[in-house]
């Protein structure tokens, strides 16, 4: 089952957006079972996005977490291409990493079971939003 909302689509969008600005690079959306963005310049890929966005600001918690099968995607796409890891906040923040730069403690955690959800609660790395570069 697929949770994922219309606002949460708009909202990576969004965070696409002001990285494609930043380089003045096209951002095209991947398919569902990829990672979330490719950048390009003249037709040509530049890099691999993955976003997430949180509904609380940047300080809420010192880390981020994220699916091991998450990770491992983006170190697969890493052979490709530079691969990141963008987090958006509600204060405005947006938060990255290179796939490469990734540490953190694996635990087992995620968010309370939904209905119809079999990954709610995973295994996930937790990464230190000290170690993360903000997106000027």
């Known amino acids: 089952m697929i949770f994922e909302t219309?606002?949460?689509?708009?909202?990576?969008e969004q965070v696409a957006m002001k990285f494609a600005d930043v380089g003045?690079?096209?951002h095209?959306?991947?398919?569902?079972?990829?990672?979330?963005?490719?950048?390009?310049?003249n037709g040509k890929g530049v890099c691999f996005l993955e976003i997430k966005c949180f509904k609380t600001n940047h300080d809420t918690y010192p880390t981020v977490l994220n699916s091991i099968y998450k990770w491992d995607k983006m170190m697969q796409f890493e052979r490709l291409l530079p691969t990141y890891f963008a987090c958006s906040y509600l204060d405005g923040k947006v938060l990255y990493i290179r796939a490469t730069d990734i540490?953190?403690?694996i635990r087992w955690a995620g968010r309370k079971p939904r209905k119809g959800s079999a990954n709610d609660m995973e295994a996930c790395i937790f990464i230190p939003i000290n170690n993360m570069k903000t997106l000027k």
């Open 24 to 26: 003045g690079f096209e």
């Open 28 to 41: 095209k959306k991947l398919t569902r079972d990829l990672l979330d963005y490719v950048l390009l310049k």
């Open 103 to 105: 540490k953190g403690d």
């Open 6 to 12: 219309k606002q949460d689509l708009i909202n990576e």
